[in-house]
């Protein structure tokens, strides 16, 4: 119930004008409030609980009024009537059965647990070979760069005695028909001479083909053919003499002239690569 009355028992200005303040919202939200008081205020107002009280009197408003509403708050917010699920089907005996022992299923348990693990174990070994392989793949040269680090030469353009030039790689190369006379010649070189021990059988694939690359190991420099003291390659940056099989006879280079890897696919062909 609600009390807006004083203690006099009559109704202050104040109160009434507390009781016409709240009086609609309450109806509002709670049907059916009723409030103590005059006749004018309980049709408004419908079983309510609410008390009033004079605190005390202020030197410029007058008397202070405390209203104070209590009202029941329960609401209900589960429903109680749904069933909970049984998972008893997927525990094992000895956690329903607490007289069982944990030993009598350990096997199966063990089982299973090295099962998972080596399914495991494989399924991320296949993952990271699969990666790996990927990125190793695509650090590897792509199909249009591969096919310009082979090239393939018609021998039969190339007179014997002669040494034409070919770019390869942006590399010079040096591709030079033999004469019988300087097979033999470089056939016959003491290698225990040569300061880059190598035998002229060790350098070509068919004795009358010498293929090397025309970068001179010095420095760098690209060497003339058929020039020199020993009737190979000579570099005019710092007087490097080769033979006819590239190999490094006087002078400051160290090492012989690079011999690439190449393969004939038949007799009047050769591919470098």
Request: include cysteine; charge should be neutral.
């Amino acid at each position: 119930m609600m009390s807006l009355t004083s203690r006099s028992g009559a109704f202050s200005p104040y109160m009434r004008a507390t009781a016409f303040a709240v009086a609609g919202p309450l109806k509002a939200l709670v049907p059916g409030v009723v409030v103590k008081g005059e006749k004018h205020l309980m049709d408004p107002i419908k079983q309510f609980l609410c008390r009033e009280s004079l605190n005390g009197q202020c030197p410029r408003t007058g008397p202070a009024v405390t209203v104070a509403i209590n009202a029941c708050a329960g609401v209900r917010y589960a429903h109680t009537d749904i069933k909970v699920p049984d998972f008893s089907d997927y525990r094992r005996s000895e956690v329903l059965d607490p007289n069982k022992s944990s030993q009598e299923s350990s096997e199966a348990r063990r089982a299973f647990s090295y099962l998972l693990t080596g399914a495991t174990t494989v399924v991320a070994v296949y993952s990271a070979k699969t990666v790996v392989t990927q990125f190793v793949s695509s650090m590897s040269a792509s199909a249009d760069v591969l096919a310009l680090s082979k090239i393939e030469i018609k021998l039969g353009d190339i007179p014997e005695g002669k040494n034409m030039t070919f770019k390869w790689r942006g590399k010079p190369l040096f591709v030079r028909h033999r004469t019988d006379k300087e097979i033999a010649a470089e056939a016959a070189v003491n290698i225990v001479e040569l300061r880059d021990p190598q035998h002229d059988a060790d350098r070509v694939i068919n004795p009358s083909w010498v293929i090397v690359l025309g970068v001179c190991t010095h420095l760098g420099c690209v060497p003339i053919a058929n020039a020199g003291d020993f009737g190979g390659y000579y570099c005019p940056c710092h007087g490097s003499h080769y033979d006819a099989s590239g190999r490094i006879r006087k002078g400051p280079a160290p090492l012989n002239l690079e011999v690439p890897y190449y393969e004939f696919p038949d007799d009047d062909t050769v591919i470098v690569g």
